[in-house]
């Protein structure tokens, strides 16, 4: 019989849980009652690049040297690095068949919320941060005032808030019996925060909290479905030659989004993160995880990537809140041998799928604006695609003096 391991979050005695935490205590219940053999790590706070918990730590150290904050920053916490956690959920794979239970797992230091943000500032080389604690804050409050400074929308920030009323701490450290601590002992605080600050500073986050979940149901449309299957569809599709060799076009296209934009009206672009985050979406800030590489499932600032063919094709869905469901398509085509041979060509495209009578005014209301946005992407891509290749030339052309 195989293993069951999961991981949980800390249970308090005496406390009211949160819904979240109350949701993943009933998990543990369901697969301790199975019959297969189960062990349930429950953690508080985990410290690693890429998790939503330390996204939102982060974030609102950074971004806020004077912070008002609800109560809950005076809870105590017990967070525990990523690197023990991996090392927990690995050990219990090779339990002894006869355990099956519930163990806490937490770091060596027990701290309130408020002291995580000042050490976190004092270990990112921040100047001490002034935090007012205020008692009028509601966590649903909280959630969108965490939505509003951090890329964390309202709508996951809320969970991870409310949980913060509760005391997240260890009862006990069973676990070491099964599998022992490192001889240099668990992962401090300072430590933790200073290697995931670190990984982030190098672009080496390998998964990411906006990776964890993809847009949309199995029922949904795509973009590649027939015009006549699941109704309306709406196009606006550009098309551009360019000079550039296909690597050089591709590798601009790669490498769109995040802190390099968008190649057009980057007002026009901020403007509708904003809104989108203002109706509790995800908005521009989520970015990418390395600044010239994709793969599929990627979050990208508010799409997610949806399809990619290497040097050829990329498509975006769309996550931000719209009436409907929508792609943003790069396609890459080499042009024919010849003399002289054809151009590169890029074509793009974005498709609209709307919901309800509000999704078909929405797209004829942008019709007016797509023609500029969109016609600009394409134009611009394939400048910086010819610059690039220019500046490449160039430098060989020295090198070679």
């Known amino acids: 019989m195989g293993r069951l391991v999961y991981l949980g979050g800390l249970e308090p005695d005496g406390e009211e ?52 904050t609800p109560r809950w920053v005076h809870s105590r916490i017990q967070p525990i690095a990523i690197r023990d956690v991996l090392r927990y959920l690995v050990g219990c794979a090779t339990l002894p068949a006869d355990v099956h ?6 770091g060596p230091d027990v701290m309130t919320y408020l002291e995580m943000m000042r050490r976190f500032a ?3 080389g921040l100047p001490k941060r002034r935090i007012l604690p205020v008692p009028v804050l509601s966590p649903g409050l909280s959630s969108h005032w965490v939505g509003v400074v951090t890329p964390v929308p309202a ?5 991870l808030v409310e949980s913060l009323r509760n005391t997240v701490v260890c009862s ?15 992962l401090g605080f300072d430590e933790a925060a200073r290697m995931a600050i670190q990984r982030v500073r190098d672009r080496t986050v390998a998964t990411r909290w906006s990776s964890a979940s993809t847009p949309g149901a199995p029922s949904d449309p795509l973009s590649t479905d027939p015009d006549w299957a699941g ?21 601009v296209v790669e490498g769109i989004g995040g802190e390099t934009g968008w190649y057009s009206f980057p007002l026009a672009w901020e403007v509708r993160g904003w809104l989108d985050r203002a109706v509790g979406g995800v908005g521009l800030r989520r970015g990418r995880r390395s600044p010239s590489d994709l793969y599929v499932g990627d979050a990208l600032d508010f799409w997610r990537v949806e399809e990619l063919e290497e040097g050829r094709l990329l498509r975006l869905r769309a996550e931000m809140r719209l009436p409907g469901l929508a792609w943003l398509e790069f396609h890459v085509e080499q042009g024919s041998a010849g003399d002289p ?22 797209w004829r209301v942008l019709v007016p604006v797509h023609g500029p946005i969109f016609g600009g992407m394409v134009r611009n891509i394939c400048r910086a695609a010819e610059e690039g290749t220019a500046a490449a030339v160039g430098e060989r052309r020295a090198h070679a003096a």
């Open 231 to 251: 109704g309306t569809l709406y196009l606006d599709e550009k098309t551009r030659e360019t000079d550039a060799s296909p690597e050089a076009l591709w590798r």
């Open 101 to 106: 239970r519930c163990f806490d797992i937490g």
């Open 155 to 159: 709508s996951i920030a809320r969970p």
């Open 341 to 362: 041979p054809a151009r590169t060509r890029l074509r793009q495209k974005a498709t609209f799928k709307p919901s309800g009578l509000f999704g078909h005014l929405y």
């Open 17 to 68: 849980l949160s819904p979240h935490l109350r949701s993943r205590a009933e998990v543990a219940e369901i697969l301790l009652g199975s019959g297969v053999p189960t062990a349930v790590l429950r953690a508080a706070v985990v410290l690693g690049s890429g998790s939503a918990s330390f996204e939102m730590l982060r974030y609102l150290t950074e971004r806020l040297p004077v912070m008002v």
């Open 172 to 186: 006990e450290h069973d676990i070491a019996r099964y599998v022992p601590d490192p001889p240099e002992g668990l």
């Open 122 to 124: 004092a270990v990112a």
